[in-house]
């Protein structure tokens, strides 16, 4: 019986093996070595390293920490309303924020393309008012902007899970000792909700400081992020050893950063049952 309840674990790590393992023992092969002879060498690091590159890790920092926030500050709100809502009306309105996941991430972008044009929809309401077109496509507001379309859902659907599981024996007896619905909320709800804020901190940080398909639908190659300039050195400059040192920082920053939240996290966690 354990036998074959194994067997069913192995598609799953056959596919780990194929898709996750190889790339990264590839990637760490290329950093470390010449492409040319396969000898051992540093020089792919220090090229990662240069000034530019380090510029561009930074901006690409700095781009998913203020998507992050933003999805934050609009995202828990969002949650926060649903947890408050009857169910039936919850479970709709949380499908649709997850109704535009359902297309591909590809289609989603491009539909901003036609929104934010020149000649898109909102220029056309501005012009039909007797305003001017604003440039809007090909900035860095329309890469921030189709970040925080896209990463949205990440960051609501773990604060709303979280905050709908909270006992509500823990709101009336914080009601009982005569906390109001600011009190109630600071020193009870946001404390417990922390693990959901967390997750979701954590999974619109990653994809938004890894994302390049965005900046580049959106941006129109104005806005180089760091996924765009790991993109470059695979298939525009071919340099294929400075392309896996600059994936291998990458990787390092992302599990640093998840380490922390899963720290964070299990703090939070820890912490969750000392309300006042």
């Known amino acids: 019986m354990k036998l074959g309840r194994k ?5 799953y790590i056959v596919w780990m093996a194929i898709f996750i393992i190889v790339p990264m023992v590839l990637i760490g092969y290329y950093a470390f070595t010449v492409q040319e ?8 690091f220090l090229k990662g390293f240069s000034a530019s590159n380090m510029g561009v890790l930074l901006r690409s920092v700095l781009l998913a920490l203020e998507t992050t926030v933003i999805c934050l500050l609009f995202g828990y709100p969002v949650a926060y309303i649903l947890s408050r809502m009857k169910k039936s009306k919850a479970a709709l309105l949380s499908t649709l924020f997850i109704l535009p996941m359902w297309m591909n991430f590809l289609l989603r972008t491009y539909a901003w393309q036609v929104i934010l044009d020149d000649t898109g929809i909102i220029n056309g309401i501005i012009t039909a008012l007797g305003g ?9 507001g329309a890469v921030l902007l189709g970040n925080i379309y896209n990463f949205l859902p990440f960051m609501i659907l773990p604060i709303y899970t979280v905050l709908i599981k909270i006992d509500k024996s823990h709101l009336e007896a914080a009601t009982d000792l005569g906390a109001n619905g600011a009190v109630t909320f600071t020193k009870v709800v946001l404390p417990l909700s922390m693990p959901g804020v967390i997750s979701g901190i954590t999974m619109v940080f990653v994809p938004a400081i890894t994302t390049f398909a965005i900046s ?6 104005m806005t180089m992020l760091y996924g765009d300039l790991i993109e470059n050195q695979f298939t525009l400059v071919h340099e294929w050893g400075v392309g896996s040192a600059l994936s291998f920082i990458l990787l390092i920053l992302v599990i640093v950063s998840m380490v922390i939240m899963r720290r964070a996290e299990s703090k939070s ?3 969750g049952g000392a309300i006042w």
């Open 7 to 11: 067997m069913f674990a192995y598609p």
């Open 37 to 44: 002879n396969g000898a051992f060498t540093l020089e792919n």
């Open 132 to 140: 001017q077109p604003v440039q809007m496509l090909y900035t860095d």
């Open 216 to 221: 580049r639908l959106l941006g129109g190659g």
């Open 269 to 271: 966690g820890e912490e």
